[in-house]
């Protein structure tokens, strides 16, 4: 059975850090591109951002380019998306997702807030 859990969500101010990370079970983790989904109340789901299996190529939502950082460990089983100098409007349940077959995870809460 396929399983992603998300962690390290949590409340920063803004201008903070925070490292969310992805374990998946269940499938060959290695052969799949994986992403990350935002979705804030009253909003659409919007992509954030995917990598490649090998991880050797990333897309990055115009919004968080040259903030977020997607990366992968295919020994670990791990997706992490590094956030740095966060904004309030990036407040939202962050997901984790294998695009294939449209598997997610459970969501992990970033507040942005003074």
């Known amino acids: 059975q396929v399983q992603l859990v998300e962690s390290g969500g949590g409340l920063v101010q803004p201008g903070g850090s925070l490292r969310l990370s992805c374990a998946a079970s269940?499938?060959?983790?290695?052969?799949?591109?994986m992403s990350w989904y935002r979705q804030a109340p009253g909003k659409e789901r919007e992509l954030v951002a995917f990598i490649a299996p090998a991880g050797g190529s990333t897309k990055y939502a115009d919004s968080v380019k040259g903030r977020f950082t997607i990366s992968r460990d295919n020994a670990k089983n791990t997706v992490s998306l590094q956030m740095n100098s966060l904004k309030p409007e990036d407040t939202a349940v962050y997901y984790c997702a294998r695009i294939t077959g449209n598997y997610w995870g459970q969501g992990t809460q970033v507040t942005v807030s003074s």
């Open positions: 269940g499938f060959t983790f290695s052969i799949y591109r």
